[in-house]
């Protein structure tokens, strides 16, 4: 017997086989177990989904023998003769090749005929929106109210183009593309039952490239079959689909977490070679990104329908939201501009470039990741001594070993079940607070979702891991120049240093928060927080977050008001941030009662005013008081 290809050997022959489509399936098994059949029935959906598939499934149940049934015998006369296409009472009928109107009242002359041998005669005519508009004037009157015995199952990819009056005749069914997932399940089925080995990443390739259809998948698993000689794996089937791996998008972004513009050239430069399709690229790109997005906000939401699962969540983990939200943004005007790019690769090349350009706001004293460890520090304002040039190269170099990312495109053999976390907006980990034991001060734990959760559990291990280098412990901030600058001394902070001793005060942060330097979602954070308890501990500052703000929070604002702090106040801080309710002033509530109390002066001066009031009587005027506002500050 010659081969049979496997979308034709494993097309399902009962509603039980069919892989998804359950919405369909539950209303038409209901309607037959209780005798509610329609006289026409519409199956639309994109190619490959199981539209004839399950129209003549349906033909199974209206005409096996045993009777009206949602689960046909697939034995008697009936069920063999429309699984072998050789049923006189099934009439199939490509109307792509018949659309003339002579052949389709040809087709209805025979309507009136009792079925030779089955229950129903039942015409099955598979893309329908091809008919000619005299066809379907002529097939309206029979499909409304056809004689009892005949039953019309139309199939169409594209619904649109049907007459609404055909529309409205039938019962519509509308089967969904199938999820990358449910794709991959099957074949893994298909695959042992054909006793052929696969990699799981192969089949996800194929998964991805069948685009929803499940035939396409079967075709491609069969044209993978004989490319890779009996054996599915990953380099075959990237080689044979032509395609991009997806693991060269994840390490573009690894790249620009690491702010290194040299590799990301580099992998541009590698993905030349095999001359892709930059728009399509970049719109894989801007997918990856988007889930990147859901998994930061809304960790469970993430599913594993694309296979990457384990990856986007290491990326959501390393990079801020606010960086992901500027490299989407960027992304899409890339897309825009790029037909108008000399060629599309320069294009690509400056879209990323975009995104490595535009960085988000960095704290005092912290270094740029990427920069040249040999350039002046800010904090310190002298130049980094060699020894501690050494000592920051050998500590990025443990911390990149812990780079889940890398590690897990690389695939190691011990895959990390929760990645390491990097602060990629603080490479001086200096700043970060540590305790007698050399190891990150904990904050409390507030509830908030599982991805921050992670990653301060996974930052205490990279700051651990930092911190065994050192036999010292961490590195202190070199304060030389703190609290002096060109014109003079810096009176407050000169003052704070030297009550080092002592608590910072509510009144304290008032003063000092406006002189932070801070800025951004950063600046909006701080200016909704209070002093909280510290329990005597003057080296740590302790600030209570307004719940309603308690979205903004995360472990990079913090570390960034912590280095603010310390600069201004010439020694190190801590900081630690609680989510919950104050009865003190917050900043930007100081603020706002100062601007809502210096507007009430200014409408009483100029009520008094004499001149105001000369004008009020002169011209028998009124004072609007909606039209005094405050001047926005530059």
């Known amino acids: 017997m010659s081969y049979q290809v496997l979308a034709r050997k494993y097309r399902p022959a009962s509603f039980e086989e069919l892989a998804g489509q359950e ?12 005798n509610r059949l329609h006289h026409a029935y519409l199956f639309t959906g994109t190619r490959g989904v199981g539209k004839t598939t399950i129209a003549r499934i349906l033909a199974k149940c209206l005409n096996c023998d045993t009777g009206v049934t949602a689960t046909p015998c697939g034995t008697c006369g009936s069920c063999l003769e429309i699984a072998e296409g050789r049923s006189v009472d099934l009439i199939e009928v490509d109307a792509a090749s018949r659309t003339r109107v002579e052949e389709t009242r040809e087709l209805l002359d025979n309507v009136q005929y009792m079925p030779t041998r089955s229950r129903f005669k039942i015409y099955l005519i598979d893309e329908v929106h091809m008919f000619s508009n005299h066809s379907f004037n002529a097939l309206l009157k029979t499909l409304e109210e056809p004689p009892e015995h005949v039953k019309f199952l139309l199939a169409t990819t594209d619904p649109k183009k049907l007459p609404i009056t055909v529309l409205s005749r039938c019962l519509q069914f509308n089967l969904k593309n199938l999820s990358p997932e449910r794709v991959v399940s099957y ?13 799981d990443d192969a089949l996800w390739h194929l998964g991805r490239a069948a685009d929803g259809s499940m035939r396409d998948a079967l075709s491609l698993t069969d044209q993978a079959i004989s490319f890779g000689e009996n054996q599915i794996n990953e380099t075959d089937v990237k080689a044979m689909l032509g395609s991009i791996d997806r693991g060269e998008v994840y390490r573009l ?43 930061q906000a809304v960790p469970e939401g993430i599913d594993n329908s694309q296979g990457d699962k384990e990856v986007v969540m290491a990326i959501a983990q390393q990079v801020s939201p606010e960086d992901i939200q500027l490299y989407y943004q960027v992304g899409l005007l890339g897309q825009k501009d790029l037909p108008f790019a000399p060629d599309q ?30 350039q002046v520090s800010p904090i310190a304002g002298d130049e980094i001594t060699s020894a501690a040039v050494t000592d920051a ?9 812990l780079n889940p990312i890398r590690a897990l495109l690389e695939k190691n053999d011990v895959k990390p ?16 607070p540590f305790d007698e034991e050399g190891t990150v001060k904990t904050l409390p734990q507030p509830e908030r979702n599982n991805v921050q959760q992670e990653a301060r559990k996974q930052q205490e291990v990279v700051v651990q891991a930092e911190a065994s280098t050192s036999e010292s412990g961490p590195t202190p901030i070199d304060t030389s120049g703190l609290g002096s600058n060109q014109s003079g001394e810096n009176t407050k902070a000169l003052k704070l240093s030297d009550e080092a001793g002592e608590e910072l005060t509510h009144d304290q942060w008032l003063t000092i928060f406006p002189d932070l330097g801070l800025s951004g979602v950063t600046q909006t954070l701080a200016a909704n927080c209070t002093i909280g308890e510290t329990d005597g501990d003057a080296s740590t500052c302790c600030l209570i977050l307004n719940q309603h703000h308690a979205s903004m929070w995360n472990k990079t604002h913090e570390v960034r008001i912590a280095m603010a702090l310390s600069t201004y106040v010439g020694h190190t801080m801590a900081v630690k941030i609680e989510i919950g309710k104050s009865h003190q002033e917050s900043p930007a509530e100081a603020a706002q009662r100062h601007a809502d109390e210096a507007l009430a002066r200014a409408k009483v001066s100029i009520e008094n005013d004499d001149n105001v009031q000369e004008l009020i009587q002169s011209f028998d005027g009124t004072l609007v008081e909606e039209s005094i506002v405050a001047k926005a500050r530059d």
């Open 253 to 295: 972004i690894d790249a620009l977490i690491e702010h290194d513009g040299k590799q990301l050239l580099d992998r541009i430069e590698h993905l030349a070679e095999f001359s892709p399709d930059y728009s399509a690229l970049l719109g894989e790109f801007l997918s990856v990104l988007h889930r990147v997005a859901v998994a």
């Open 345 to 374: 690769r320069s294009g690509f090349e400056m879209s990323l470039l975009r995104m490595l350009s535009f960085v988000p706001n960095v704290p005092p004293g912290q270094i740029k990741p990427g920069a040249d460890t040999e």
């Open 23 to 34: 919405h369909v399936l539950r209303a038409l098994i209901n309607s037959l177990e209780t």
């Open 393 to 401: 190269q050998e500590t990025r170099a443990q911390v990149s070993d």
């Open 187 to 199: 074949l893994q089925e298909i695959l042992q039952k054909e006793t052929i080995g696969y990699e």
């Open 417 to 432: 079940s929760a990645p390491a976390i990097v602060d990629r907006q603080s490479e001086n980990e200096s700043m970060i």
